[in-house]
Each structure stands twice: as structure tokens, then as C-alpha cells.
């Protein structure tokens, strides 16, 4: 039964957090649907991908090869068979993917009011449903954990 970690952005910007996350995920020899919630937002992602400092193989969804992506750009479901789900730009997220994954990673702005409104609306709607649950912030500029929601131990 994978866990959902959510992770409140106030020093790092979106895609370098993702970046970091994604080159962890891959060394774990996982593969990875990054959900978003806009087309044009995962144009731009995929982009910062690709320029970004180190080689991270990725596709968009929709390509001919999706099922052998390592990491997959998507807005819905993913067809490369992932055991990680990342969501980014509140992206939905379903309880029944958290417990079908490995992890399911929620990255939200928390500068942004309406994001941190919608984190806290998905962290309620998992954790209530049952899954466990863990909350990161980087507000001291480094990576702490905050809170933890039906994690055994």
C-alpha cells in the first residue's frame, strides 16, 4: 500500500523540485506519471525537463511509445505503468491510485493561496479515505516532515 507525500513549495521552484524528485524515483528504478492539470503547464514542464542540469527520459502522453516512457507527462491516467504518480498545478488524485502505487508525490506552491487551499482539500480527502499520508516543508530551507496521517509505526 503506497503513502502520499505532499510537498510545499516556498523556495523551490516547481520543476527543480520535480527534477530532483524524478532523478530519486528513476533510481529506484521506478517509472513515473507526472499529472497536471493543464496542457500548456506540461509543454512547459517538458521543456524544463530537457534543459535542465542532467539527462531525465521522459515523454508526453499521447506518443507512440508511452508504455516504455520511464517517466510520462500526462493529464489523465498514464500508460507506462507507473509506481509513482506525481501531481502537480492540483492535479486530481484518487485514493485507489495512492494505494496502487508506490508513492503518489502532490506538489502544490505554497505562496499560492488557491493551491495550498487545494492541497489541503486533497490531503483531507486521502487521509479520510484511509491512505497514509506525509507532509514535507521546505520553509526552513531545507526538507522537514511535518505531519504524518495513518502511516503504520
Not at 528504478?29 to 530537457?50: F, H
Not at 498514464?78 to 502532490?106: H, K, S
Not at 479520510?128 to 521546505?138: F, L, T
Request: charged share 25%; hydrophobic share 40%; glycine share 10%.
Amino acid at each position: 500500500m503506497g503513502e502520499a507525500y505532499f510537498y510545499h513549495l516556498t523556495r523551490t521552484a516547481v520543476d527543480a523540485t520535480l527534477a530532483n524528485l524524478l532523478t530519486r524515483s528513476l533510481a529506484q528504478s521506478w517509472r513515473v506519471a507526472v499529472r497536471g492539470g493543464d496542457a500548456g503547464r506540461l509543454e512547459w514542464l517538458d521543456e524544463r525537463l530537457w534543459l535542465g542540469d542532467g539527462f531525465l527520459p521522459h515523454g508526453r502522453a499521447g506518443g507512440p511509445h508511452d508504455a516504455r516512457q520511464p517517466v510520462l507527462l500526462t493529464l489523465g491516467a498514464a500508460d507506462n505503468a507507473p509506481d509513482c504518480l506525481m501531481a502537480v498545478d492540483g492535479a486530481e488524485v484518487a485514493a485507489d491510485e495512492v494505494t496502487q502505487m508506490q508513492r503518489t508525490c502532490i506538489l502544490f506552491d505554497g505562496t499560492d493561496g488557491e493551491a495550498l487551499s487545494r492541497a489541503r482539500s486533497q490531503w483531507r480527502a486521502l487521509t479520510e479515505a484511509g491512505c497514509a499520508a506525509r507532509y514535507w516543508s521546505e520553509e526552513t530551507g531545507k526538507w522537514v516532515e511535518k505531519a504524518t496521517k495513518n502511516v503504520p509505526g
